[in-house]
């Protein structure tokens, strides 16, 4: 029977040892390797970037060819893919909608809320970025307040004013 080198673990092919070990007749556990490889990507990370940066200078090209054809091939999963990822990232904001509900009244129904900027400056509505960097549509949402449509254009005709540190 053959056992890990560091945690002397049994070692099981397929439970605790990584077929790819098993190939290489390397004698350390599935737990042991995972902690071997977190310390050693922390050690080489600045190299481990460099070579993936020259890695894609030289093959920049062909990476592109392939991962043209890879959607090229793939263009229904991709569309699927999309429209799962950006309906459920519109949920998620209507959840967001419905939880804060309107600032200025008591309107909950998130058909009927929006996101407003009270600095009147916005990159970009959330609502219309949900294909884009994730961390990007929560600092545009965490930027804004909620307020319903109603609210909204009394806000922007000056009849309404937002309270102090409404952000």
Do not use: Q
């Given at each position: 029977?053959?056992?890990?080198?560091?945690?002397?673990?049994e070692?099981?092919?397929?439970?605790?040892?990584a077929?790819s070990?098993?190939?290489k007749?390397a004698?350390?556990c599935?737990a042991?390797?995972?902690?071997?490889?977190?310390?050693?990507?922390?050690?080489?990370?600045?190299e481990?970037i460099a070579?993936r940066?020259?890695?894609r200078?030289i093959?920049g090209d062909r990476l592109?060819?392939?991962?043209n054809?890879?959607?090229?091939?793939?263009?229904?999963?991709?569309?699927?893919?999309?429209?799962e990822r950006?309906?459920?990232?519109?949920e998620?904001?209507h959840?967001?909608?419905?939880?804060?509900?309107?600032l200025?009244?008591p309107?909950?129904c998130?058909?009927v809320l929006?996101?407003h900027a009270?600095?009147g400056?916005?990159?970009?509505r959330?609502?219309?970025m949900?294909?884009s960097n994730?961390?990007?549509v929560?600092t545009?949402?965490f930027?804004c307040?909620?307020?319903?449509?109603?609210c909204?254009?009394k806000?922007?005709?000056?009849i309404l004013?937002l309270p102090?540190?409404?952000?």
């Open positions: 029977m053959r056992h890990c080198r560091e945690c002397e673990a070692l099981v092919p397929g439970k605790n040892w077929p070990c098993a190939k007749n004698r350390i599935r042991c390797k995972s902690e071997y490889d977190k310390v050693y990507h922390e050690t080489h990370k600045e481990m070579y940066k020259a890695y200078e093959h592109r060819k392939k991962s054809e890879w959607h090229k091939e793939n263009r229904s999963h991709v569309r699927a893919y999309r429209t950006r309906e459920r990232r519109s998620i904001l959840r967001y909608k419905r939880i804060k509900g309107c200025l009244c309107e909950r998130s058909a929006d996101f009270p600095n400056h916005i990159d970009c959330p609502t219309t949900l294909l994730w961390d990007r929560k545009e949402v930027n307040v909620v307020v319903c449509r109603n909204h254009r806000l922007h005709c000056g004013e102090r540190g409404a952000l």
